[in-house]
């Protein structure tokens, strides 16, 4: 079920700082079904809104000693309420929790406003990360589109490409998330570091034809057509019939 393989199922355990025990579950409800389970497929859930980690932290213990999570999820370092995330021994104090808690962990974090590749506060929050991957996401007409890029890997022979990510939803909420390709997410392949940004790409494109449609630069471009129109009729970098370029059948041109 959904985009990747697994090679294997593992119990997993999710303690959630951010939303409410409602929210968690519509969001359960999503994902269930874009991946193809029974809508009320359970996920082991340890919901603490508005607690800091420390204060829950002998609940975390027991309950993976009841349960035995193979993989636990934090939702977020953010809401950790040990200490400001800029001093080390804060990072040290909740990377030793996880740890101790379960073997193998995701946690979500931010990064900085400046910065790439690291995540917000101390050092040792990069230090105590095996794994590490930055998300960033793209709107689309239909949802959203999302990039996972490898910034950090122990014992990794190399580094793996980004990989993206379709996530599309109708009137009910999350319908499936499925494998994309970057030309199809032209600003997330820009971010990445992997093309111009795309509105550059765009102007290049109708500068050096002298007009153009919108079906004639997606294709000529490789990207999304709803994408391509956005940046055609909002950027403001390009004129339409209505500054005098004129529409031939149904197509309008742009210069």
């Not at 349960?67 to 990377?95: C, H, K, N, Y």
């Not at 095996?130 to 990039?147: I, N």
């Not at 034809?209 to 391509?228: E, I, K, N, P, Q």
Request: one cysteine or more; charged letters at 25%.
């Amino acid at each position: 079920h959904g985009p990747w393989q697994v090679a294997r199922k593992a119990r997993v355990l999710e303690v959630d700082l951010e939303r409410s025990r409602d929210s968690i579950k519509r969001r359960i409800w999503g994902i269930n079904r874009a991946i193809g389970l029974p809508y009320n497929t359970p996920l082991p859930l340890l919901s603490a809104r508005g607690q800091p980690l420390a204060t829950i932290a002998q609940t975390i213990e027991r309950r993976a000693t009841k349960d035995r999570p193979e993989v636990l999820f934090l939702d977020s370092l953010s809401r950790a309420g040990m200490g400001s995330l800029i001093e080390d021994q804060t990072a040290m104090g909740i990377v030793d929790l996880l740890n101790r808690v379960c073997g193998t962990w995701f946690a979500l974090g931010h990064m900085p406003r400046n910065a790439k590749d690291h995540l917000f506060g101390s050092v040792h929050f990069d230090a105590g990360a095996d794994l590490m991957v930055e998300v960033r996401r793209q709107a689309t007409d239909d949802g959203f589109g999302q990039s996972l890029r490898l910034v950090k890997g122990n014992d990794l022979a190399k580094p793996k490409a980004p990989e993206y990510l379709r996530w599309t939803f109708d009137d009910d909420g999350l319908l499936v998330v499925v494998p994309s390709r970057p030309q199809d997410l032209p600003e997330l392949a820009a971010a990445n570091g992997t093309k111009e940004p795309p509105l550059k790409q765009l102007r290049d494109y109708v500068m050096g034809v002298g007009r153009a449609t919108t079906s004639g630069a997606a294709d000529a471009l490789g990207m999304d057509v709803g994408f391509v129109s956005r940046m055609l009729t909002k950027s403001g970098a390009f004129t339409n019939k209505g500054q005098g370029l004129g529409q031939i059948g149904r197509e309008v041109w742009y210069g």
